[in-house]
């Protein structure tokens, strides 16, 4: 039997992620469960882009309650939102997602929305926002070893900053050259790959993880 390949090794991790595809129905006040992650990519998106400012608060609590999902306060964490948040920002968020360009997350930012300050959560939604192009870096996946010697930290968070934005832009562009190189129909996206490696991450096998990054064996 032939050994399997980085290749297939990576494929079969993106295949195996098994962090939860929930999300919440603010206006049925129900957990919602999808097949795939891209189905929720897909809702997510949706919501994200409307033009309402409740389908939009909807779509940023929706992005809450998936990212604390696994945590004790996942609840208390979207209903703080969901106090929190004035009309006047989700009317600047509607603008501003219609008109990014790049990674934009100084951007996303400095809109003030609470709970989206910081790398995890803003790096969730410029994710949700355009699933084809762009993934997240959060704390998981920056404890692998070429992103943390690329990022700075603070004791709790990764600070949105000129250089922590270039550093994201390095792991995007890291993810996007791995997804292109699988060559798979339909195309592997930068957002799978990300997946696919926090899979391991999340499995205590970072080696595996940083394998991908370091020696480009994809």
């Not at 006047?88 to 990014?100: G, P, S, W, Y």
């Not at 996303?108 to 870096?137: D, I, W």
Request: glycine share 4%.
């Amino acid at each position: 039997m032939n050994e399997a390949t980085p290749r297939d090794t990576l494929l079969q991790a993106i295949s195996a992620y098994d962090y939860p595809s929930v999300t919440y129905d603010c206006a049925q006040q129900r957990q919602v469960s999808f097949p795939t992650m891209q189905d929720l990519d897909d809702y997510l998106r949706c919501l994200l882009h409307s033009s309402d400012p409740r389908t939009v608060k909807d779509g940023l609590c929706g992005i809450l309650y998936w990212g604390h999902y696994r945590s004790g306060f996942r609840d208390y964490r979207v209903e703080r939102f969901r106090a929190m948040v004035t009309g006047d920002q989700l009317e600047k968020a509607i603008k501003t997602f219609n008109a990014l360009d790049g990674t934009s997350l100084r951007t996303l930012q400095k809109l003030g929305l609470p709970q989206f300050r910081y790398m995890a959560f803003v790096s969730k939604l410029r994710t949700f926002l355009n699933s084809e192009h762009y993934c997240v870096l959060d704390s998981k996946v920056a404890s692998l070893a070429p992103l943390t010697a690329r990022l700075t930290f603070q004791p709790t968070y990764i600070p949105i900053t000129a250089h922590n934005e270039r550093a994201y832009a390095w792991w995007l562009n890291a993810c996007q050259s791995i997804a292109s190189r699988l060559r798979t129909t339909p195309p592997t996206r930068p957002v799978d790959v990300e997946r696919g490696l926090f899979y391991p991450l999340d499995h205590g096998l970072r080696d595996l993880a940083e394998q991908y990054l370091e020696n480009d064996r994809v």
